[in-house]
């Protein structure tokens, strides 16, 4: 998952929570086997793989996700691109001077979700180097599966954490809401806003963590496919959803947008969300300073 991830169950019978809790660390593991691009095995490097050359066979739930990323295309304007990963070659942990204009267009010219054919049992990306990336999606697709196998094994109280993706098994033990705190864009761990939750999911986007840093100037993780150049919207977006993968897809978009676009994304959702602008004011219907 590239992040540090938290199970919390509670429950009176032991075994069957313990049970629960092996099984959903399973299928994480399975998740991260999965679809990381980092892992020479997985489903996601055999297709990136096999881009320009032949189809890659897939399964079902590669397809549900496959289908889910083109709804978030369509209704983003194109800016939500599962093919955008291969602009890391320009953006990365090793990059320590702005990318030519000639290295941006390289990298473009290898982006475009509408390029890409795919259908219940095989995908093919048509131009060598095109990249699938389901960093956008999977971990909160698998924060939602992990609560659905939670709850089939009797887990009634608990939460999962994914990196910040959290989804709700159900209350506290006591039967009380989850105390979330959203944290601060600007001050290392400090929270600038809290939430109470019970039910549903609940996740962040921002770029105040994940960054490169070039003459003094911070560039955040997510990146315009239509740019190649990284976002500079808001600092971040929360969003509260029944499922943390539609929760995870709206705060991503609104930060691929301009903050006044973004902002109107948010609102035009129709879902609980709080925004931190540039200027560090909270706005949204779960603003709510400490």
Not at 4 to 29: D, H, M, S, T, W
Not at 144 to 169: P, R, T, Y
Not at 246 to 258: D, M
Request: glycine share 8%.
């Amino acid at each position: 998952m590239g992040c540090p991830c938290e199970l919390r169950f509670y429950g009176k019978k032991e075994k069957e929570i313990e049970n629960a809790f092996r099984q959903c660390v399973a299928r994480a593991k399975e998740f991260e086997h999965k679809y990381s691009r980092y892992l020479d095995d997985s489903v996601t490097t055999s297709i990136n793989r096999s881009a320009g050359k032949s189809r890659t066979t897939i399964d079902q739930e590669t397809f549900a996700l496959l289908d889910y990323a083109q709804v978030c295309f369509e209704l983003s304007n194109g800016f939500f691109d599962i093919t955008s990963g291969t602009l890391r070659q320009c953006w990365n942990s090793q990059t320590t001077e702005l990318p030519s204009q000639i290295q941006i267009e390289n990298c473009r010219s290898r982006i475009g979700w509408e390029k890409v054919t795919y259908s219940e049992t095989e995908i093919f990306l048509p131009v060598k180097g095109m990249e699938l990336d389901f960093g956008g999606i999977v971990k909160e697709y698998a924060a939602d599966a992990l609560v659905a196998s939670a709850q089939k094994n009797g887990v009634e109280f608990g939460l999962i954490n994914l990196g910040g993706d959290i989804a709700m098994v159900g209350p506290q033990a006591d039967g009380s809401p989850w105390n979330i705190g959203i944290v601060h864009p600007t001050i290392k761990g400090a929270t600038i806003a809290k939430i109470e939750l019970s039910s549903g999911a609940l996740t962040t986007s921002g770029g105040y963590e994940r960054f490169i840093e070039i003459d003094g100037q911070r560039y955040s993780h997510l990146l315009n496919p239509k740019t190649g150049f990284p976002t500079d919207s808001m600092l971040s977006a929360t969003v509260i959803a029944d499922q943390a993968v539609v929760a995870g897809s709206i705060t991503s978009i609104a930060l691929l947008n301009n903050e006044k676009e973004g902002l109107r994304w948010l609102e035009d959702s129709k879902l609980p969300y709080l925004a931190i602008t540039k200027n560090l004011d909270c706005l949204g219907t779960l603003a709510r300073t400490d």
